[in-house]
């Protein structure tokens, strides 16, 4: 195994010399949006403060950095995933958990309020699409298309809110129907059914699969699936550059490759083999 860094592109697993990529799944927020940027900024002090209200918490540093952990290791999942984990903290600590479902409305009140302008702004024409996608997202998804990749995008988030700010973006044009969010009241994985679906359909094997994000659960059932994921460790805040964070987390979760963004797309289809 190399480890080979470079300014754009860092290298754990190289493709194989006659990888032949075919179809290629992207994770959402974070990987290609950032119309939620800021999420965790929301549900972390939040759930810390649900927390804080039991009868046997710790120290509010301690429990909001356990927050912030159990949150981390559930990114790319169903939000409802997380408020699960929520009512298990606080029944643990001696409380009486709200359903799930409470927490996660409750959250996603104040993340809309958190994000309303920006919708707002993307809705009227004041800010365009490109101001709120992860730098040379449209660019790469074009040059794929091109290829007559199959592109899927598959998030966490409800699947109404995804349709709605991927048609705000402008990439709607890429995946058609092929986007897949998170349905009240099914709990089962909505990116590993998507990628079941794939592989066997579109493609004979997880060889031919790619895969894009920013979080454990997609570089997970990537390569659980045989394909090659690329952790995609963009810093929402200060564009161009590797959030360290995430980078850490994605090789954790086993990432073949750590990129910032798209903006190097060039150099990322021949790294590709395209």
């Excluded at 032949?20 to 940027?37: I, Q, W």
């Excluded at 200060?238 to 798209?262: E, S, T, V, W």
Aim: charged share 25%; with cysteine.
């Amino acid at each position: 195994m190399d480890n080979i860094h470079s300014s754009y592109l860092e290298i754990i697993n190289r493709p194989a010399n006659d990888a032949c990529f075919s179809a290629a799944l992207f994770d959402f927020d974070g990987t290609l949006s950032l119309v939620r940027e800021g999420w965790q900024q929301v549900m972390t002090p939040y759930f810390t403060d649900v927390i804080m209200e039991t009868a046997s918490h710790g120290p509010y540093e301690e429990e909001r950095q356990n927050a912030e952990g159990f949150i981390d290791i559930l990114t790319g999942k169903q939000t409802i995933y997380q408020c699960m984990r929520l009512a298990e903290e606080v029944k643990k600590r001696g409380g009486d958990p709200l359903p799930a479902h409470e927490y996660k409305q409750e959250y996603l009140r104040r993340l809309a309020k958190r994000i309303k302008m920006r919708k707002v702004n993307l809705k009227t024409g004041a800010s365009k699409p490109g101001e709120f996608l992860v730098s040379g997202a449209a660019s790469f998804l074009t040059a794929l298309s091109a290829k007559n990749v199959y592109l899927y995008l598959a998030s966490g988030t409800d699947l109404y809110d995804v349709l709605e700010e991927a048609a705000l973006l402008d990439l709607t044009r890429y995946f058609d129907t092929n986007i897949f969010g998170a349905v009240d009241g099914r709990l089962d994985c909505s990116k590993e059914t998507v990628i079941n679906g794939v592989i066997g359909g579109k493609i004979p094997d997880g060889g031919r699969l790619l895969g894009f994000g920013d979080g454990y659960v997609e570089i997970e059932l990537i390569k659980k699936a045989g394909g090659y994921a690329v952790g995609v460790a963009s810093d929402e805040k200060r564009l161009f550059n590797i959030d360290q964070k995430k980078r850490g987390r994605l090789i954790n979760a086993g990432a073949d490759a750590i990129i910032p963004d798209f903006s190097e797309t060039e150099l990322l289809m021949d790294f590709l083999n395209f």
